[in-house]
C-alpha cells in the first residue's frame, strides 16, 4: 500500500490539483482520496502497459498521449488558469483566437476546462487544443465536432439547385437560409420554385430572400403594392406623413405573416408586415426625404409604431441600411426607448453611437455594449464616465474597452464605482497579460 501511495504522491509533484473520482478498478483504497487513487490507478495501469500485462481482461492499457507537434504557448499558462478561474471566458476566447493565429496550442493545465468549453465554442477553441487536447477529449467522452466551414456561394447554389426535388422541406428551407447571404440575380429562378413550395417554412425563407433582389418580381410587386402607401403632404412650411395601411386579406398571398403584436390593430398589422419586406430607402425615392425626416413625421402618424417597427425590422435583417439603422438608432435614444436602444446599439456606426453615448451621460442614463472594440479616446470617456457616475453602463463593457485605459483603472476610486473599477481592472488587466503573454 505504501508504494502505491510513494507513487501518488509522486506523480503530484507539479501537478494542479482537481478533484478527481477514482474509477474503483484496482479496488476501494480505505483511507487514501479519490485524487491519490486515481493517480495511483493511473501509475499502475501505466506500469502494467510497459510490462506487458493488464490488472483485468476487461480493462483496456492506457495509450499515449500523442506527440504535440505545435507550439505549446506555456508563457501564457499561469495568467490563463487565472482567467479561467474567474470564468472570464470572453477573455479566454480572444486568447484562444489569438494564439490560434500564431500556431501555438494550449498549455496541458488548462485542456480539461478549455475541453469543457469547446462543444459551445468550437470555432475558438478546436484550434487550439492540439493533438493532445484531442486524446484528452476523447477520454473525457466530450466529442469535438470541428467547426462547419463556410460553404463556396457557388457550390451551395448549384447543389442546391440539382438536388431540389430529392431534399425534404428542412433540407430545402436550411439551403435557402445558407443562400441568403450571397444572393444573384440568377437566384431568382430556384426561388421562385421555393415560393410555391407546400411548407410554409420553405416559402417564408424564399420570399425573404427574393424581397432582397431588387430586380426579382417578387420584390417589384411589393413595391407596386407598397407604392403610395405613405406619402408626404405639404401645407405652407409644415409637412405630414399619409398613411394608408391595407387590410390583411389585400396582402400578397405569398408575404411572410407575423404574428400579431398585442399593440397593433389588424390593419397596423398588416402594415408592418409589407413595411419589414421593403428596402428602407425605397420610401427615401417616394418621398425625397431623409430617413431623419421620414422618422420624424412618421411618429406623428396613428400607424407611428407598426411604421417605425416596420422600417426597424427592414433596415437591421438581410435588406441591410446603415443610414437607415443609425437614424432609427438615434430616434430610439431620442425617446429613451430601451428595447430599440439594446437592439440597435450593436450595429450603429461608431461615431453615431459615441455621440449617442455622451446624450445618455448628460442624463445617467443606461448604455448597452456594443461588439466592436472602443478607441483609445473613446475607452477614456468611458471609464471616466463610470467613474463620476454619469451614466449606467454593461458590467460586461471591460471587453470593449482599449488596454491603454489600463492605468485608469489601476487605483481605487472613493465612491461606490469602485466596485466596477475593479471588476474592470481585473478582466483587462488578464486580457492585457495573457495577449502579452504570446509575443515571442
Known amino acids: 500500500m505504501k508504494a502505491f501511495t510513494d507513487l501518488a504522491a509522486a506523480l503530484q509533484i507539479g501537478v494542479r490539483r482537481s478533484p478527481f473520482v477514482a474509477s474503483g478498478y484496482l479496488g476501494e483504497w480505505h483511507g487514501v482520496s479519490g485524487e491519490q487513487s486515481a493517480l495511483a490507478e493511473a501509475g499502475a495501469l501505466d506500469l502494467m502497459r510497459r510490462a506487458g500485462t493488464c490488472s483485468r481482461t476487461s480493462i483496456l492499457p492506457l495509450l499515449a498521449s500523442p506527440r504535440q507537434e505545435q507550439g505549446i504557448a506555456t508563457k501564457s499558462e499561469g495568467v490563463l488558469m487565472a482567467a479561467i478561474d474567474l470564468g472570464l471566458r470572453d477573455v479566454v476566447l480572444e486568447w484562444a483566437r489569438a494564439a490560434a493565429e500564431k500556431g501555438l496550442v494550449a498549455p496541458p493545465a488548462a485542456l480539461v476546462k478549455l475541453i469543457e468549453w469547446t462543444p459551445k465554442h468550437p470555432r475558438a477553441l478546436g484550434p487550439i487544443l492540439g493533438a493532445r487536447g484531442q486524446w484528452l477529449a476523447a477520454w473525457m467522452d466530450v466529442e469535438i465536432v470541428a467547426p462547419e466551414a463556410l460553404p463556396d456561394p457557388a457550390e451551395l447554389r448549384d447543389k442546391l439547385q440539382s438536388d431540389w426535388g430529392d431534399l425534404d422541406w428542412k433540407q430545402r428551407a436550411e439551403g435557402i437560409v445558407k443562400l441568403r447571404a450571397s444572393l444573384v440575380p440568377s437566384d431568382e429562378a430556384l426561388l421562385t420554385v421555393a415560393l410555391a413550395d407546400r411548407r410554409k417554412e420553405v416559402r417564408e425563407s424564399a420570399a425573404e430572400c427574393l424581397a432582397n433582389l431588387e430586380e426579382s418580381k417578387f420584390a417589384r410587386e411589393l413595391r407596386a403594392f407598397a407604392k403610395g402607401r405613405l406619402r408626404v403632404e405639404r401645407k405652407f412650411l409644415s409637412k405630414s406623413l399619409l398613411v394608408i395601411a391595407p387590410s390583411a386579406e389585400r396582402l400578397p398571398k405569398e408575404l411572410p405573416r407575423t404574428v400579431q403584436p398585442g399593440s397593433f390593430g389588424a390593419k397596423a398589422h398588416a402594415l408592418y408586415d409589407l413595411l419589414r419586406a421593403i428596402r428602407p430607402s425605397f420610401w427615401e425615392e417616394e418621398t425625397g426625404l431623409s430617413p431623419a425626416e421620414l422618422i420624424e413625421l412618421a411618429k406623428q402618424t396613428d400607424y407611428s409604431g407598426a ?79 463610470v467613474k463620476q457616475q454619469s451614466v449606467v453602463v454593461d458590467p460586461e463593457m471591460s471587453r470593449c474597452l482599449d488596454r491603454s485605459v489600463l492605468p485608469l483603472l489601476r487605483d481605487p476610486w472613493d465612491n461606490s464605482a469602485d466596485a466596477m473599477r475593479e471588476r474592470w481592472f481585473r478582466s483587462l488587466d488578464l486580457r492585457t497579460r495573457l495577449l502579452d503573454s504570446l509575443d515571442p
Open 307 to 385: 411604421v417605425i417597427a416596420g422600417w426597424q425590422d427592414a433596415a437591421s435583417s438581410v435588406l441591410w441600411d446603415q443610414k437607415w439603422v443609425d437614424a432609427l438608432f438615434q430616434h430610439a435614444i431620442a425617446l429613451n426607448t430601451r428595447p430599440m436602444i439594446r437592439v440597435l446599439a450593436p450595429m450603429a456606426s461608431h461615431s453615431v453611437y459615441e455621440a449617442a453615448f455622451r446624450t445618455r451621460l448628460k442624463a445617467n442614463e443606461y448604455m448597452p455594449m456594443r461588439p466592436n472594440r472602443f478607441s483609445p479616446e473613446f475607452s477614456k470617456l468611458v471609464v471616466d464616465a
